[in-house]
Nanobody
Framework: QVQMVESGGGLVQPGESLTLSCVAS????????MGWFRQAPGKEREGVSC????????YYIASLKDRFAISRDNSKNTLYLQVNSLKAEDTAMYYC????????????????????WGQGTQVTVSS
């Protein structure tokens, strides 16, 4: 059974940082691209970042590139998202997702190339 469990979210103040984690089981984690997505209340889901199976290729949506950093540890079946200088507009549920392929597709941010999703971890940025 494939399972992905996110953690690391919480209530933080503007300007603070968080590290989100996603532990995967039941899939060949080291062979597939992974992604982070988020969905704010009343808004559509948006892609945040994608990383290739070996960690060599990383992609971000342009508006987040300077503050977010994706990484993975294939020995631990774990995906990470370091989020710095948090803003109120970063408030959202953050989801990790596993692709069916090893590399991020050209449209990774749409989410259509990802087949397995976690339940999400809530990030709330408020003073």
């Amino acid at each position: 059974q494939v399972q992905m469990v996110e953690s690391g979210g919480g209530l933080v103040q503007p300007g603070e940082s968080l590290t989100l984690s996603c532990v995967a089981s039941g899939l060949k984690f080291a062979s597939v691209a992974m992604g982070w997505f988020r969905q704010a209340p009343g808004k559509e889901r948006e892609g945040v970042s994608c990383i290739s199976y070996d960690g060599d290729d990383k992609y971000y949506i342009a508006s987040l590139k300077d503050r977010f950093a994706i990484s993975r540890d294939n020995s631990k079946n774990t995906l990470y998202l370091q989020v710095n200088s948090l803003k109120a507009e970063d408030t959202a549920m953050y989801y990790c997702a596993a692709a069916a392929v090893s590399f991020c597709s050209g449209s990774w941010f749409s989410g259509t190339s990802f087949q397995t999703w976690g339940q999400g971890t809530q990030v709330t940025v408020s003073s």
